[in-house]
């Protein structure tokens, strides 16, 4: 079966820069399993907080409508060109040199900031789920990610996805179609069955069995409605730090914000040195119910989003484990 995918990559647009500007390095981590979901090339705006590039309940935008059913980021960067919000944007491709994002696969870009200026304080991002008629990923409070404080100052972001973060853009009937589906046998643009639904949760693919996306073997692992599905890793962090600059002394988890949260709050957590580091969260019985860390990290400031959408109200234990310190903190979820 053909897995052709229509695309339009563009590079990166930005205004002009102070001599106060900041290189950062953008990462994107696919974390699905092998034979599990892609992505399109990534699409990254930094800006002052007001570019809005979806809302959930409310039909999709025909920008949206054009990434989230054929992978076309055009739309998309004009609106954020014209809008006067913005100080950067650009589309990030898998560092292998192929496009597409496949599971296991980074997408890298340094990009200049001037973090000086509102227009260079927010991130906001967004792309294609692969395969599918119109599933996507995006973050839909454009002030949800701060990288820039109102001083100027850095801040590090690091935002782990789950398969509960994919959105349906309800564009498109999700039938699955080969002739319908981006990168299942999709030929040309805006082939599929529309819709006029609102912007959602996306239900998950057609049960195996059916002939849909989960019976190719390329993709039998892609059912991201399976609990705490890993997804992608999103981070922003600066491109070169010396010996002695920005570095804590100490080991340590601060206190969450907020607390109590609903439905995400943000863990940020120092490390004087290059260290491997879990951070995981876990229910009153001792069950994990999310891994929102697991690997080496430079020594620094780093945040993770934890995002609680589908667990229940209650309390939880958040705990960051590393070079056998571990230091953990109570979370309350209220719904």
Do not use: C
């Not at 002394?249 to 914000?257: D, I, M, V």
């Amino acid at each position: 079966m053909s897995h052709r995918l229509l695309l339009h990559t563009l590079p990166v647009l930005a205004l002009s820069l102070s001599a106060a500007a900041t290189s950062l390095t953008i990462t994107i981590e696919n974390l699905s399993p092998m034979d599990g979901t892609w992505t399109t090339p990534f699409w990254v705006g930094i800006h002052d907080g007001t570019f809005d590039v979806f809302d959930g309940g409310a039909p999709a935008s025909m920008s949206v409508e054009r990434f989230a059913e054929d992978g076309n980021s055009g739309p998309l960067m004009a609106d954020f060109s014209g809008s006067g919000s913005g100080q950067l944007q650009a589309t990030l491709v898998s560092d292998s040199g192929i496009p597409p994002l496949a599971p296991g696969e980074t997408a890298t870009m340094v990009v200049d900031v001037d973090g000086d200026t509102p227009s260079g304080q927010y991130l906001s991002f967004f792309a294609m789920i692969l395969p599918s008629n119109d599933a996507f990923v995006g973050n839909e409070d454009p002030m949800a990610h701060r990288v820039f404080n109102g001083a100027g100052q850095f801040q590090p972001l690091e935002l782990m996805l789950q398969g509960g973060a994919i959105m349906d853009a309800g564009t498109e009937l999700n039938d699955e179609l080969p002739a319908h589906t981006a990168f299942f046998g999709q030929n040309s643009p805006d082939t599929g069955v529309s819709e006029s639904m609102p912007i959602g949760m996306h239900a998950g693919y057609l049960p195996a069995g059916s002939g849909g996306i989960l019976d190719d073997p390329m993709f039998a692992a892609a059912d991201f409605t399976q609990s705490a599905y890993p997804l992608l890793r999103i981070r922003v962090a600066r491109t070169a730090v010396s010996a002695t600059e920005d570095i804590p002394a100490n080991f340590s988890l601060a206190p969450a914000w907020p607390n109590p949260f609903n439905p995400s709050t943000t863990l940020a957590f120092s490390l004087a040195e290059t260290a491997p580091v879990r951070l995981a969260v876990y229910n009153l019985a001792g069950q994990q119910v999310a891994l929102l860390q697991d690997g080496l990290l430079s020594g620094g400031e780093h945040r993770v989003v934890f995002d609680a959408t589908g667990l229940a109200s209650g309390m939880y234990l958040a705990s960051l484990n590393s070079g056998g310190q571990v230091q953990t903190q109570r979370l309350v979820l209220i719904k």
